[in-house]
């Protein structure tokens, strides 16, 4: 398998292993807590990812108010962080034709 | 780095390498081809993943008709990949009020 079909393979089986403990398999705000406080703490990557990106990932979740995460808010969710990070990595790379300086 | 910090850094390093051609670092229409190619065959990731899922996303993929894919695009290609390759582990197993048979 590729990285990239590795990726999504570690998307589908994290929110499945945080996942499980209700019968509906999604994600309550108790076992979203724990995921973000075990998979998304490392300094190497929440560093990278601006706060008001994590604020905009964590706003949009919960989209259809049902107090409960399903696996399609939780990919947009993860889509959001990707971007916060992407953005991160080339701050001051020129991208979005708003250049801070040549590469 | 966590699982899904590594997925969410794979997303982004993929696209990079695939879309460092053009001077805007988005992707043509070719080079997703090619990453899609390489990056997104395997068999066993492919084969779970149905026809209709990818269609899908390839529909979706240039929302804004510039004729290049950028990277929030693309976050949102894998999003619904990640979906598709989820309902596809999980058919059968009763989700979405739509059970098969019981565990």
Redesign the interface.
């Known amino acids: ?16 292993e945080y996942a499980t403990k209700d019968k ?2 999604q994600l309550s705000g108790t076992e979203l807590a724990e ?1 973000m406080k ?5 300094p ?2 929440h560093g990278k990812v601006e706060p008001a990106v994590l604020q905009e990932a964590m706003t949009n979740l919960d989209k259809n108010h049902d107090g409960e995460i399903n ?2 808010e939780f ?2 969710f ?6 916060g ?2 953005r991160a ?2 701050k001051g ?1 020129g ?1 979005k ?1 708003k250049p801070d300086k040549p590469e």
């Open positions: 398998m590729s990285r990239l079909e590795k990726a999504i393979v570690s998307m589908v089986e994290v929110f499945e509906n398999r995921l075990k998979e998304l703490a490392s190497e990557f696996f399609r990919s947009m993860l889509a959001t962080l990707a971007r990070y992407y990595r080339n790379k991208n034709g």
